[in-house]
């Protein structure tokens, strides 16, 4: 068996990041976020989703907009996705047999991934909301995507502008050994 302690250490030091520089990430960086993100596991290999990796700013600020108006704020003054250039969507296509698990399982993957090779992620939630509006159909079909995909998970990508945050000290009882 393959031991990796530096994806231990991935995996226990990643952090949400909630400021992002403006400089664009590259493209290789992105394709090695994204390739980890489509190794993620799902529900009987179904691999059943599609991630958009959104990084023109017209398109980056309609999705600020409209996860802002998800959250009944003003989208003017509301930044859901942090400043951040690259936004990724998950989306559950209906080839999926545990969607919400498996696009979870996927941005896990893409969130762990960043970390690993210096960039700064944030998960953020109302994908499903933004997709089911009016404003998301038209997104997806511009995108050539069916209306019936489902919204799961989107993440702000970036360099990171922040000091890394500090893990909080993990609480008792959270894991148990029968």
Not at 71 to 95: Q, R
Not at 116 to 121: E, R, Y
Not at 157 to 173: N, S, T
């Amino acid at each position: 068996m393959k031991t990796n302690t530096e994806v231990l250490d991935v995996l226990k030091e990643r952090r949400s990041i909630r400021k992002f520089k403006l400089e664009q990430i590259s493209a290789n960086e992105l394709d090695a976020v994204l390739e980890a993100g489509t190794y993620a596991p799902t529900g009987m290999g179904s691999q059943g989703f599609v991630i958009v990796a959104v990084q023109e700013p017209v398109t980056v600020a309609k999705l600020n907009k409209l996860n802002a108006e998800v959250m009944n704020m003003d989208p003017e003054n509301t930044h859901p996705y942090y400043g951040a250039p690259t936004i990724l969507l998950i989306l559950a296509t209906e080839a999926s047999v545990t969607p919400v698990e498996d696009c979870s399982a996927v941005t896990c993957n893409l969130l762990n991934a960043a970390y690993a090779i210096g960039l700064g992620s944030c998960w953020v939630h109302r994908a499903k909301e933004i997709f089911e509006s009016p404003e998301g159909k038209e997104l997806l079909k511009e995108w050539g995507l069916p209306d019936n995909i489902t919204g799961v998970a989107s993440v702000a990508l970036g360099y990171p502008d922040c000091p890394h945050p500090e893990a909080a000290p993990r609480r008792d009882g959270i894991t148990l050994k029968v």
